[in-house]
């Protein structure tokens, strides 16, 4: 059976990706900051207790990635999916706000990366030897027409880097490094004005995920397979 850790896996797209790899058949490891109020998440577990179990993470927070690392230290992982991250509003006339930007790349584009440490002895285990890091397409240094958003596209380019740099460095292990776009997307952070449903996105993405090869290590991919430009 394969094997997925989730984080952010309470709501929006990462509870779609819990949805989809159960009915699949994969076991989950689906990661929420606070599992006592994750009642969509709990359901959805109890739906799959075979396959679904529900852990505690605060991405933002390194002891807790540790611990739930050496939680499942005997556990392989075919698929690690940084999902978790956070949108702050900075916008063109705004006062810089220091701890609001430092909060969003601790969690945007810190945390994916000591997800990646901490969990590299079960990915190495695993059969594909996967590491998926949600993005932002307004990231892309390239694709900014529109400007502001400062903290949020700053945060998504920096952890855009670290990907790249995590598919050079693991390459030797066999690890792929992927940065997806999961497109603007119908949730709480898209609005309601997105474009695309959770579960469009999701299986697009999963798609995407599936046909990876190793050569495609340090990609930036959007959910319908399209390269993103940096």
Same mark, same amino acid.
């Given at each position: 059976?394969? %094997? ?8 929006? *797209? ?17 990661? %929420?900051?606070?599992?006592? =109020? ?98 932002? =397409?307004?990231?892309? *240094? ?44 119908? %949730? ?24 990876? %090869? ?17």
């Amino acid at each position: 059976m394969k %094997t997925t850790l989730i984080t952010g896996a309470n709501r929006g *797209i990462g509870l779609e990706f819990s949805r989809q790899y159960a009915v699949d058949g994969w076991r989950v490891f689906a990661c %929420t900051r606070h599992p006592e =109020k994750s009642d969509a998440l709990n359901t959805l577990a109890a739906e799959f207790p075979q396959q679904i179990t529900v852990h505690k993470l605060d991405v933002g927070d390194h002891a807790q990635i540790e611990k739930l690392a050496r939680s499942l230290v005997n556990e392989s992982i075919d698929l690690l999916l940084n999902n978790a991250g956070i949108y702050t509003s900075c916008h063109k006339d705004d006062n810089i706000d220091q701890e609001a930007w430092m909060h969003a790349f601790l969690v945007n584009t810190i945390a994916p990366l000591k997800m990646a440490q901490a969990f590299a002895p079960q990915i190495a285990r695993g059969s594909q030897k996967k590491i998926i890091t949600l993005s932002s =397409k307004m990231g892309s *240094i390239a694709d900014n027409s529109g400007g502001g958003s400062y903290i949020y596209r700053s945060s998504k380019a920096a952890v855009n880097m670290v990907v790249k740099s995590l598919a050079i460095d693991l390459k030797s292990a066999g690890v792929t490094a992927v940065v997806l776009h999961p497109g603007w997307v119908k %949730t709480d952070m898209g609005g309601l004005n997105a474009l695309i449903s959770t579960e469009q996105s999701v299986s697009g993405m999963r798609h995407v995920i599936s046909q990876l %090869t190793r050569a495609d290590s340090g990609k930036f991919i959007a959910y319908d397979g399209q390269t993103i430009p940096w």
